[in-house]
């Protein structure tokens, strides 16, 4: 049996996972999994990779309800997503976890490209007196970030619809924390993060690599770190998730010394 995730909760929950090649297959592994997992109500077979600007994939329905839409639970808070709407990953769950401990009383927090707002609810959860900033281009993605405030009854969190390089320009703050968690394109926002980074606070910076591409990437990140004229100091390279055979989602902690 392939394997699968499952967003959602013991009431309500869809499984994603990948095709088979072959209709009738498809139909068969669906069954499977919901026979498995009880609490499935829908199976999604992945039709295409991410892409475009709003990181949408597309899916098919190849079992069960229409209505994707479901409550994810995770660490005590709900995340309200249909992920044929927006992103959401499930499998990042210990990264979210891993920044939210990271942060620390009254930071003031930007989460550039925040979705439907998982780490943005993560780090409020767990350090109620930091102020956080979200900026998401995708307009579904933004009102689902509403909703999930609303349900989690967070305060002191300011979210703003738009592009990050419009809208991160025109905030008057500089900010102890930046989370990028956009890998495929994050270097392209590198500069505006330098431009709101505090001295001595830290950037999450998200990229893919291989095993053996970590100096490729500190040079990188060193150079553009140059051209804006920031000390920096590159705490860890952390392999978060697999992408594709040999290729891994990495997360780099970035300390700005200036």
Known sequence: MVSFEVIGNKEKA???TESTGNKKKDKEQAKKICEKAKNVRSVLIKTSKRKGR???REYKLVLGNK???VLHKEH????KVDPQVTYFSPRELTERQRIAEQVKKNEKVLVMFSGIGPFIIAIKKRQHSSSVYGIELNKKAHQYSLE??????LTNVELIQGDVNKKVPLLKEKFDRIIMPLPKTANKFLNLAFSKIKKNGIIHYYTWGKKDEDANIKNVINA????NKKKIRII???RVLPYAPKIYKLAIDIKCLN
């Open 54 to 56: 709003l990181r949408k």
């Open 67 to 69: 209505d994707t839409e």
């Open 236 to 238: 860890k390279i952390k």
């Open 14 to 16: 869809i499984a994603i």
């Open 148 to 153: 999930n405030i609303k349900l989690n009854r």
């Open 76 to 79: 005590g808070y709900i995340i």
């Open 224 to 227: 553009i770190a140059e051209q």
